[in-house]
Antibody, heavy 116, light 107 residues
Framework: EVQLVESGGGLVKPGGSLRLSCAAS????????INWVRQAPGKGLEWVGR??????????EYAAPVQDRFTISRDDSENTLYLQMNSLKIEDTALYYC???????WGQGTLVTVSS | DIQMTQSPSSLSASVGDRVTITCRAS??????LNWYQQKPGKAPKVLIY???SLQSGVPSRFSGSGSGTYFTLTISSLQPEDFATYYC?????????FGQGTRLEIK
């Protein structure tokens, strides 16, 4: 069974940093195209970015609102995905999910609150 | 960016009704279209992938069709557990984009 478990969320001041983790199990993580998706309170789903498997070049792709502030990485030896978030803004407040689209699955999300 | 437009934005229906939700893409996305169901406080759950393939474990009353720019999600006979918000999303172009959601409520 595919399992994705996010952690690392919390309260941070504007301009601060936070690193989220996503622990994966139940599938061959190293072959998977893994995404981060966020959902602001009461709002819809917004794609944040993704990382391809190393076999596909390990390419990183980001949504415009987070480009140059957020960095996705993966540790295939630990089956873990990361999201390093810098220069956080109030509008980054959301529930952050890691997701393997299509036949994959989503984690339960971790809440990031950016507030002074 | 590819715009994904769902209609309706909200819908009231009764148990046993047949319901169809549509999703239009602003450009052709072939069949790179997934449908999700989200209940309050829960993560999205995939129902349909690649426009028409039913995810394992999803009841057969759910079906998807379409290609190019026009897609539909149909629930053949609504059950009480189907009242939720539904999202389409495309993975053909970067940035990946989602529809705005369709809230399905009990009449």
């Amino acid at each position: 069974e595919v399992q994705l478990v996010e952690s690392g969320g919390g309260l941070v001041k504007p301009g601060g940093s936070l690193r989220l983790s996503c622990a994966a199990s139940g599938f061959t993580f190293s072959d998977a195209w893994i995404n981060w998706v966020r959902q602001a309170p009461g709002k819809g789903l917004e794609w944040v970015g993704r990382i391809k498997p190393k076999a596909a070049g390990g390419t990183l792709e980001y949504a415009a609102p987070v480009q140059d502030r957020f960095t996705i990485s993966r540790d295939d030896s630990e089956n873990t995905l990361y999201l390093q978030m810098n220069s956080l803004k109030i509008e980054d407040t959301a529930l952050y999910y890691c997701a393997w689209f299509g036949v994959g699955g989503w984690g339960q999300g971790t809440l990031v609150t950016v507030s002074s | 960016d590819i715009q994904m437009t769902q209609s309706p934005s909200s819908l009231s229906a009764s148990v046993g009704d047949r319901v169809t939700i549509t999703c239009r893409a602003s450009q052709s996305i072939a069949n790179y279209l997934n449908w999700y169901q989200q209940k309050p406080g829960k993560a999205p759950k995939v129902l349909i992938y690649s426009a028409s393939s039913l995810q394992s474990g999803v009841p057969s009353r759910f079906s998807g069709s379409g290609s190019g720019t026009y897609f539909t999600l149909t629930i053949s006979s609504l059950q009480p557990e189907d009242f939720a918000t539904y999202y389409c999303h495309q993975t053909y172009y970067i940035p990946i984009t989602f529809g705005q959601g369709t809230r399905l409520e009990i009449k």
